[in-house]
């Protein structure tokens, strides 16, 4: 899940922002074995199937993220993108490597030093851009098992080292594209308009979450 948005001008030394460093709210964080997740639909045409298998009210907030997360994995990718939402271990690796081209390949995560940090100020104290032209962002997902939804892409990313108010370290990842798009379009617009840019005009970037993956060649 990325959240964070800010203008490419502030991805420097010094600059202070207020941050919240948290995972990704998930009903279930494990991922099922291969054969077992491709055994149990995930399609929006099944949704009482999938409600009813995982004993889940259709009027709850668990099945509202279950429905919210299979329209997003069935929309259409960004134009130039590959995408799959992850339901295994190994189709998010194959995923990757496919994506990729390359079976030699690294993951990369957001790092906090402490396991619960309050929202506070972060300061920017270093950056590394990560060396890599094409990557593959894997986000997770708010589903009743781990799901990711993964997709492939060329915007420039980077390592971020920022440090809290109350002295927390982070090693932070972030990617900066020219033009953010999702499924919320009226979200997404309001979003420009805090950032006082038109769509297009400048680079938008953002954080990860400590549980989404960014995986690149080695």
Known sequence: MAYGFFLKESL???????????RTSTFGTSFLPLQ???????????M?????????????????????TIAECEAKPSAGQ????????ESMVDFAKYGLKS?????????????????????????NKVKASELVACHAQRYAYAVFRCHTTTA???????????????????ACHMNVAGGDVEAY????KKLGVKPGSVPVCHFFSQDDLLWARV
């Open 36 to 46: 077992v997740a491709d055994s149990i639909p995930f399609s929006s045409s099944m």
């Open 189 to 192: 617009k309001k979003l420009y």
């Open 156 to 174: 420039p990313a980077y390592t971020v080292s920022l440090t809290g108010a109350d002295g927390t370290k982070v090693q932070a990842l972030a």
């Open 103 to 127: 079976s030699n390949l690294r993951a990369m995560s957001t790092s906090v030093a402490k396991a619960v940090s309050p929202k506070q100020k972060y300061t920017i104290t270093g950056l």
């Open 82 to 89: 590959l995408s799959l939402c992850a339901t295994s271990l």
């Open 48 to 68: 009482p199937d999938i409600l009813s298998r995982f004993s889940v009210s259709p009027s709850s907030e668990m099945a509202s993220s279950i429905k919210e």
């Open 12 to 22: 420097q030394p010094g600059t202070t922002m207020t941050l919240h460093f948290k």
